[in-house]
């Protein structure tokens, strides 16, 4: 079950209450499509370092939300492995964090309130799809970044986090480390802690008025 309806940080959540009310819920199996932020930190970051986006990766972790998106562009690449940040200033990429962040407000702006990310949405949910039936048709390898619940949370309190796994014929097959993080990241996950927990408690809260 692939969730993209937002709010994503609580709507997931509220999911995993209900398939655990009826005794199904397979966290494995229930994941939240945080690939927007992953496609607009690869065009914007890709931008800035005069790479091609096709290719290029930039983990995006945290939650789907404002502060809580949090681009590791410590960690971005080209598609054949060069690290792109030594090339960018801490200014550059406090830039790059802040407009990944604010992202869907700048196409809500530009749209002069007539409208939303509505095709981008759709963009990123069919990469992630189809990144799903690769791994169900049994390739090996496939890996996404998604918010899903995770024994490991890099946030005490936020059982749900958004971060790299491997993708399965039975879902997530392994959670992957965020790796090192650069002092500027190790701030943001810091600031994104209390707004995730917050997040993730309504729509527990939400879920338990349900009958």
């Not at 792109?84 to 802040?98: F, R, W, Y």
Request: glycine content about 10%; hydrophobic content about 45%; charged content about 20%.
């Amino acid at each position: 079950m692939a969730i993209i309806s937002n709010p994503v940080n609580s709507t997931v959540p509220i999911a995993a209450e209900v398939l655990r009310r009826h005794g199904v819920y397979d966290p494995r199996k229930l994941l939240g499509i945080t690939t927007l932020d992953v496609v607009r930190a690869r065009a914007f970051v890709a931008e800035a370092a005069g790479a091609s986006p096709e290719g290029f990766r930039v983990p995006v972790v945290g939650g789907h939300a404002g502060v809580t998106i949090l681009p590791l562009i410590s960690q971005a690449a080209t598609a054949c492995g060069r690290r792109v940040s030594p090339g960018l200033s801490e200014e550059k990429i406090a830039a790059l964090t802040a407009r990944i962040q604010d992202a869907g407000t700048e196409v809500v702006t530009a749209k002069a309130g007539k409208g939303s990310a509505t095709l981008s949405m759709a963009y990123a949910a069919f990469e992630f799809a189809k990144s799903c039936l690769r791994a169900m048709g049994g390739e090996r390898g496939v890996v996404e970044c998604a918010y899903v619940e995770c024994l490991d949370s890099p946030v005490s309190g936020a059982p749900f986090f958004a971060r790299p796994v491997v993708l399965g014929t039975q879902g997530v097959e392994e959670y992957l480390p965020l790796g090192p993080l650069s002092a500027s990241e190790k701030q943001g996950l810091g600031k994104l802690a209390g707004e995730l927990q917050s997040s993730i408690k309504k729509g527990v809260e939400f879920a338990r008025t349900l009958k």
